[in-house]
């Protein structure tokens, strides 16, 4: 299998997760069954931040994955950052993960990003009731579950009171618990949220009418907690979540790590929810495994829907082994470094198969 990535920005480099990348230059559909591209939509604005590096190395490790069982497969990652080089989003990748970012929402809504951007989402959808070898599928995280509930009008953005921030439980509903997306969890996970801004009221109707569903939320009852809608299946080959889930645990460590960080997170939070946080990092269950499944099983289970159309051998999704290596910064035979001291009690039931 060949690795490339072809971006705008040469200084970039390889990949985290160690495969290199040549840069190449986008290729047609003509060559649709010979290869496989996805594209990382960077919403950071030109921001430079820890969320690029990891959505890299998850694309680097779903490249391996799938290198396995597709030795001459030419899988190309193509990066794209609209909202400051109004750049149009390429239309000739199979799937999208798109990024957080800072701001509101609303920004850009005259500027020609946006109308691109609109157009995309349109054409995705449109996709999701074509031939199967030919749909495309997006991810959204943060800045783009913003976009995505505003383009669908599934709810409505809302300035929150007070910033949101650090690691926190995500509460998945019935259908989610049922949906492949966040169902190995059970009725909760762990995820780091920075945001202002929230989707409430949703219109499940609406959402019902997309062929959508509502996955998670703030509150395991939708209310003493916060309202705000936290994961949604659109029904049109897009899912998306409020939270991060590209978030590991070194970037995790390195935020916890920075001074100013932890005094506003206790100034918000009370020094107890700030221990509880430390060892929620601790646990290999919780933020780790968020990393390790969310994002590398959705991209696991779109490559083998276009597998099976494209003659493509499928690939397995993250195994407990996965998880205990995302913990372990993959796994190079060193004790993870602890916060609390409870990390390597933990480090047996992370290979469980009760996970």
Not at 20 to 35: I, S, W
Request: aromatic letters at 8%; a negative charge; one cysteine or more.
């Amino acid at each position: 299998m060949s690795l490339s990535r072809s971006n705008d920005d040469p200084e970039r480099g390889p990949a985290a997760g160690g495969a290199a990348f040549a840069r190449r230059e986008p290729g047609g559909d003509e060559t649709r069954r010979d290869r496989l591209r996805v594209c990382i939509i960077d919403m950071n604005q030109g921001h430079v931040n820890q969320a690029m590096r990891c959505f890299r190395g998850l694309v680097d490790g779903f490249f391996g994955r799938v290198r396995t069982q597709n030795p001459t497969l030419v899988c190309e990652v193509v990066e794209v950052s609209p909202r400051d080089t109004q750049k149009p989003i390429p239309r000739d990748c199979d799937l999208y993960l798109g990024s957080g970012g800072p701001g509101s929402p609303f920004d850009g809504d005259h500027d020609p990003w946006f109308s691109d951007c609109a157009r995309f989402l349109d054409e995705v959808a449109e996709s999701s009731r074509g031939p199967a070898a030919q749909k495309k599928s997006l991810f959204g995280v943060c800045y783009t579950f913003e976009v995505l509930v505003r383009h669908f009008k599934v709810a409505t953005m809302a300035v929150r009171d007070s910033r949101k921030f650090g690691v926190m439980p995500i509460y998945t509903t019935h259908e989610g618990q049922n949906h492949p997306l966040l169902g190995p969890f059970g009725d909760r996970l762990f995820a780091f949220e920075h945001r202002n801004w929230e989707a409430i009221d949703l219109d499940r109707e609406h959402l019902a009418t997309l062929g959508g569903m509502l996955l998670a939320q703030e509150s395991r009852d939708g209310v003493s907690k916060g309202r705000a809608v936290l994961g949604l299946d659109l029904g049109c080959n897009i899912e998306c979540v409020q939270f991060h889930p590209e978030a590991d645990r070194a970037g995790m460590m390195s935020w916890v790590a920075r001074p100013e960080q932890a005094e506003a997170f206790r100034a918000t939070y009370g020094e107890d929810t700030y221990q509880a946080m430390l060892r929620t990092i601790d646990d290999p269950n919780r933020l780790a495994k968020t990393y390790a499944v969310v994002i590398p099983s959705y991209l696991v289970r779109r490559f083998n829907a276009l597998a099976e159309t494209r003659g493509w051998q499928p690939t397995a999704v993250p195994s407990d082994e996965d998880i205990l290596a995302s913990f372990l910064g993959d796994s190079d035979g060193r004790a993870p470094v602890s916060l609390t001291g409870t990390a390597l009690g933990k480090l047996t039931a992370a290979a469980s198969p009760n996970l």
